[in-house]
DNA sequence: GGTCCACAGGAAAGATAGGGTC
DNA sequence: GACCCTATCTTTCCTGTGGACC
């Protein structure tokens, strides 16, 4: 059944990408001055989740190293280094200028002054979920590095601007912008039975892809999760055919899937408040903090519980209702 | 209208952990 | 091993907002 599990990864870059030709071209436009060895145009992709923004960003600076000789790329995803140490230091890893860097005794200024001595090929820095970044100055310091140039991913552009300085803000607001929309039912069947082709020895109609496509609303990772969901309960049950009725079993935990990846990230503490707001329903900051209280020994105090509600309201694990009094607290759609 | 209260969120200080240096 | 430095997390203090009540 499973030929090659890679391609159901949610990570994996496929060889040729489906239905985003135009923000391949466009993006492809902003880094070409890389192949002259000159600084690329700092571009921004926006649109919501599991619409490719990250598969077609990879995919593209793949293409550029294919292309260009003298060129050094580098993924970092924002969530995971959010602060701005962290996030500089993916950057100098990925020019391999992090030898006798020490996570707990390099001041973030000297990473910034190894960064400006850089001198080598052309560096494109790929920045995924930077609406993440817990400090956007960052942004600024990389705009200014010479012979470097940054793809910034987000889900919303108003996510990312209302979080910068003016004086950086001005300076994007020239960059070039890709906007990505939610796949169709019919782009998102055709991802599958590309995948389908990729990875699997089995049997599937379009049709049933096509009841994927509409169950994972637009979504490509939910999708891939289905598909890697039901393709798993196939080659344990030792089925050669990938039914309908496999994929509609296969739903749950495919979207499990997907939300437990955002749920490993939160710690024991964040864990306990998400439990009571998903017994709860919808439930108010009160509330929320008694129970808290009651399940976990030490308690975190009210003031680092509303940085945890906010992260979670970031992470789209949470969503925050109206203000002050009024506020309610209850799970993202789809969690 | 004035007061109280619950809440959000910024700023600054304190606590902690990890690594380097002597 | 003691001390220093730094990043990160947490707490404390504070201000602003808006609903409820008198």
Redesign the pocket.
């Known amino acids: 059944m499973i030929r090659d599990a890679r391609v159901l990864q949610p990570d994996f870059v496929p060889r040729e990408v489906e239905h985003r030709e135009e923000a391949v071209d466009a993006l492809s436009n902003a880094l070409a001055p890389v192949a002259r060895g000159e600084p690329a145009e700092t571009a921004l992709l926006f649109g919501p989740s599991g619409a490719g923004k990250t598969c077609i960003a990879q995919y593209t600076v793949e293409r550029l190293r294919e292309e260009v000789l003298d060129v050094v790329t580098q993924y970092v995803n924002c969530w995971q280094n959010?602060?701005?140490?962290?996030a500089l230091?993916r950057i100098l890893e990925g020019v391999g200028r992090t030898v006798?860097v020490?996570?707990?005794?390099?001041?973030?200024?000297e990473?910034l002054e190894r960064l400006a001595d850089y001198e080598g090929p052309p560096y494109v820095v790929v920045l995924d979920e930077v609406d993440q970044l817990?400090d956007t100055r960052i942004l600024y310091d990389l705009y200014r590095t010479q012979g470097l140039s940054m793809v910034c991913i987000a889900n919303r552009e108003t996510d990312l601007f209302a979080g910068l300085d003016d004086r950086l803000a001005s300076r994007l607001h020239s960059a070039v912008r890709v906007q990505f929309d939610k796949y169709g039912v019919e782009a998102l069947t055709d991802i599958l039975e590309a995948r389908v082709e990729w990875g699997l020895e089995a049997d599937v109609d379009r049709e049933a892809l096509a009841f994927v496509a509409d169950a994972a609303a637009g979504d490509a990772r939910v999708a891939i999760g289905i598909l890697r969901s039901a393709a798993r309960e196939a080659d344990r049950a030792g089925a050669d055919r990938l039914t309908r009725e496999r994929f509609e079993d296969a739903i749950p935990e495919g979207r499990k899937a997907v939300r437990r990846a955002s749920l490993d990230r939160l710690?024991p503490?964040q864990r306990t408040l998400y439990d009571v707001i998903a017994e709860c329903g919808e439930i108010?900051?009160?509330?929320l903090?008694g129970q808290y209280q009651e399940r976990v020994e030490?308690?975190?105090?009210?003031?680092?519980?509303?940085?945890?509600?906010?992260k979670m309201?970031q992470y789209d694990l949470v969503v925050?209702s109206g203000?002050?009094?009024?506020?309610t607290?209850r799970l993202a759609d789809g969690t």
Do not use: C, I, M, W
């Not at 959010?82 to 962290?86: A, C, E, I, L, P």
């Not at 030490?298 to 519980?305: G, K, Q």
């Not at 203000?323 to 506020?327: C, I, L, M, Y």
């Open positions: 959010y602060s701005r140490f962290r230091y006798d020490h996570r707990q005794s390099t001041p973030k200024d990473l817990e710690t503490h108010d900051p009160g509330e903090y030490e308690p975190r105090t009210r003031r680092t519980v509303r940085n945890y509600l906010a309201v925050a203000e002050n009094r009024g506020r607290y």
